[in-house]
């Protein structure tokens, strides 16, 4: 097999002054690409204000639609980048992201909108892999574990301002220039790279069929559909029992193809490892549970309570800052104890805040009291368990097949996440007789506390690894 190629440095270059360049690099656009959907959350109830005449259906494409082709194409793109060059495909990525951008801001129409996220997304997809390996490639090994942990703490960063900056912006000129803001960057991290940046490739990587990630992206799609129409259909209607039996169909069709498949999306084999096979569980399960607890804050603080989209942004930031603050503590008491302890108190942890929720939040606004509690929680929750997911996983995998079962993991909470959108979503605008605003999102709350006890009790099933993988793996933090 074919080694790794990497061009040349000229022989005048610093190795180490080109490596924290590379890292400067490929951390900003780690950073725009996480901070754009961050921000969105909060920019959300002003985009479905703006079309007010698109049903909520149509509007929760808005963030679904890129959730599901970032997380379809993440794997592929990761191989592409191997085959076709990192610089090359993280360049071009860049690129995309960056024109995808400024069309999503000027979008007349929802429909428009929700097709120019989707370019965005197959930028993301594409900038996220090749920019680490750009990164792994530059750094020594001596020096890797700490370059690929700042890499990865460009997405953290990205949870922690994403809140109150996406509020300061839309509150003072709107939710287009959320697009916007991404602009000059991109186009900043396009003319650096291009000096700064080396070629590197694996000419012998296979590059996973496309029918695989057709197949999944489909399966996300209808399954998202289905819940984000029983406002309209129902439950019962034989409309969400076909989508969703569509669905179902379609997966079993993608588990089928990657069996026979010489090039899977997703390699089924991995699976049979039980601590990588129960944390995709918890994965998926904390992924649509995190998602409805950030976007049901957000819509629940401005719906319900009627604070602005600055004052809401504020009020979610607490639990982001607190995951900065704690994941790195947490990480070194898993090197101690083991992860399975800290993610099953993290998922219960995250249950008793939905279950806060519920019982303690009313339509009288006291946030201090009722409402900042559960955002410490949460926070609190958030640091258990991504970074000991994330860390599971990775000393879960054989060393060689690290890179396509990490994405993998990171696909299975993105596509968690899309029905955490569609749940929220769901949930709040169902205006069912006899079930008031406050109601509704007591239904919302409920999708954390299930949450959480479901990641709990997949948790269980993790056994304690004989070596332990740093807790601050990118995967846990870039996002």
């Known amino acids: 097999m074919t080694a790794p190629t990497t061009a040349a440095l000229p022989a005048a270059a610093d190795p180490a002054r080109h490596a924290q360049r590379t890292l400067a690099v490929a951390g900003m656009a780690v950073l725009i690409t996480f901070l754009d959907t961050t921000v969105l959350f909060v920019a959300f109830p002003d985009i479905s204000a703006s079309f007010s005449g698109a049903s909520p259906s149509s509007l929760s494409w808005v963030l679904n639609g890129y959730t599901i082709a970032f997380a379809a194409l993440l794997v592929p793109a990761g191989?592409?980048?191997?085959?076709?060059?990192?610089?090359?495909?993280?360049?071009?990525?860049?690129?995309?992201?960056?024109?995808?951008?400024?069309?999503?801001?000027a979008a007349p129409s929802v429909a428009v909108l929700n097709g120019f996220r989707v370019i965005q997304?197959?930028?993301?997809?594409?900038?996220?892999?090749?920019?680490?390996?750009?990164?792994?490639?530059?750094?020594?090994?001596?020096r890797l574990p700490v370059a690929v942990a700042i890499w990865g703490a460009m997405g953290a960063a990205a949870g922690a301002v994403g809140p109150t900056l996406?509020?300061?912006?839309?509150?003072?000129?709107?939710?287009?220039?959320?697009?916007?803001?991404?602009?000059?960057?991109?186009?900043?991290?396009?003319?650096?790279?291009?000096?700064?940046?080396?070629?590197?490739?694996?000419?012998?990587?296979?590059?996973?069929?496309?029918?695989?990630?057709?197949?999944?992206?489909?399966?996300?799609?209808?399954?998202?559909?289905?819940?984000?129409?029983?406002?309209?259909?129902?439950?019962?209607?034989?409309?969400?029992?076909?989508?969703?039996?569509?669905?179902?169909?379609?997966?079993?069709?993608?588990?089928?193809?990657?069996?026979?498949?010489?090039?899977?999306?997703?390699?089924?084999?991995?699976?049979?490892?039980?601590?990588?096979?129960?944390?995709?569980?918890?994965?998926?399960?904390?992924?649509?549970?995190?998602?409805?607890?950030?976007?049901?804050?957000?819509?629940?603080?401005?719906?319900?309570?009627?604070?602005?989209?600055?004052?809401?942004?504020?009020?979610?930031?607490?639990g982001p800052l607190l995951v900065a603050i704690l994941a790195p503590r947490f990480g070194k008491l898993a090197g101690r104890v083991g992860q399975r302890p800290l993610l099953v108190a993290?998922?219960?942890?995250?249950?008793?805040?939905?279950?806060?929720?519920?019982?303690?939040?009313?339509?009288?606004?006291?946030?201090?009291?009722?409402?900042?509690?559960s955002m410490i929680l949460t926070g609190l929750a958030v640091a258990l368990v991504l970074p000991q997911l994330a860390s599971t996983v990775a000393q879960a995998l054989p060393p060689e097949r690290g890179g396509v079962g990490g994405g993998a993991n990171q696909a299975i909470r993105q596509f968690g996440g899309t029905l955490g959108v569609a749940f929220t979503l769901a949930?709040?605008?169902?205006?069912?007789?006899?079930?008031?605003?406050?109601?509704?999102?007591?239904r919302v709350w409920?999708?954390?506390?299930?949450?959480?006890?479901?990641?709990?009790?997949?948790?269980?099933?993790?056994?304690?690894?004989?070596?332990?993988?740093?807790?601050?793996?990118?995967?846990?933090?870039?996002?």
């Not at 997304?121 to 001596?142: E, H, T």
């Open 166 to 318: 996406g509020a300061v912006i839309v509150d003072a000129v709107g939710w287009r220039w959320v697009f916007l803001i991404n602009v000059p960057i991109g186009i900043g991290i396009i003319a650096v790279g291009l000096r700064i940046l080396q070629e590197s490739r694996d000419p012998e990587a296979k590059i996973p069929a496309l029918v695989g990630a057709v197949l999944i992206a489909l399966v996300a799609a209808l399954a998202s559909y289905a819940v984000v129409q029983t406002p309209d259909w129902g439950w019962t209607d034989p409309r969400t029992i076909a989508t969703l039996a569509a669905a179902a169909v379609l997966l079993i069709g993608f588990v089928a193809h990657q069996q026979r498949t010489h090039a899977p999306v997703l390699d089924l084999e991995l699976l049979s490892i039980p601590n990588y096979r129960w944390a995709n569980v918890a994965t998926f399960a904390f992924g649509v549970a995190f998602t409805a607890m950030f976007l049901g804050s957000l819509l629940f603080l401005e719906e319900a309570w009627r604070y602005s989209t600055l004052r809401a942004g504020l009020g979610v930031t607490p």
């Open 346 to 373: 993290g998922g219960l942890v995250f249950a008793a805040a939905g279950l806060w929720r519920v019982l303690v939040l009313t339509d009288h606004p006291a946030y201090l009291r009722d409402f900042f509690p």
């Open 446 to 479: 409920t999708v954390l506390v299930v949450g959480g006890v479901l990641t709990s009790a997949a948790a269980l099933g993790i056994s304690r690894a004989e070596a332990t993988a740093p807790a601050t793996s990118p995967l846990a933090l870039a996002d």
């Open 121 to 142: 997304a197959v930028g993301a997809a594409a900038v996220i892999p090749a920019s680490l390996a750009l990164v792994m490639r530059a750094f020594p090994r001596d």
């Open 79 to 105: 191989k592409l980048a191997d085959r076709l060059g990192h610089k090359r495909v993280f360049l071009l990525g860049t690129a995309l992201f960056t024109l995808g951008s400024a069309a999503c801001a």
């Open 427 to 442: 949930l709040v605008t169902q205006q069912a007789a006899g079930v008031d605003l406050l109601d509704r999102f007591d």
